[in-house]
């Protein structure tokens, strides 16, 4: 609802906020019509809050067979090498150093740990990948810790938490039983790596993604 004698929002305070747009005359006719410019612009204008993860890269001697597998099964085979997600994407207004400084907190926790990837993993009958045989009770923890404090809002609790690399993702359900059999040749194979370090990535879209701070492990 809109009333004639309020102040139409300045023109020139539109300006400021984007050269992009030519600023707005006001227009006694339709006060209202001005009113609701000025807002889609402002709506238009707010920056989008950046989407971030935790995750960890491993180091495997052996992982040309999973690079092979995840190339042809996995959509982010070919954008972002195999990793084990700690923190799921979520937007947030933390900033890089407030949330770099959450994940310091907690991982300096653990000392570097030992983790082997073996035998197969999947959820909704949609995902593969491989489970976690050796490291699994420190990775749940650290995944446990990090959804506290600024990231607890952003935990889902009705998933139960396993750590894993995912290996591919069945594109329609009856692709998923071949799929499993298709992962065997990968998911029988040991993967040996030491954790080090975590990354915290920031996803600008389905296809780009940057490294944005590795935060190290105590030694």
Known sequence: MCAAQQRIRSPTRVHRRSTSFPALRPSAASPCAERAVSRKLTYILRPTLPRRAVVWFPTFSNVAAIDRFRGQYDPLGNVMPPHLTLVFPFHSRLTLDQLTAHV?????????????????????????????????????????????????????????????ITLGRAAQPNQFDALIRNAAVVTRASYRGLVKNVSIITLESEREWTRDREVALTF
């Not at 050796?134 to 990231?151: K, N, Q």
């Open 104 to 164: 310091q907190k907690v991982v300096r926790a653990w000392p570097a740990f030992p983790a082997v990837m073996n035998g197969l993993w999947s959820a909704q009958n949609e995902f593969v990948g491989l489970g976690t045989q050796v490291g699994r009770d420190a990775f749940t923890e650290m995944h446990d810790r990090l959804y506290r404090g600024p990231l607890a809002e952003f935990l889902r609790p009705e998933f139960e938490y396993e750590p894993h």
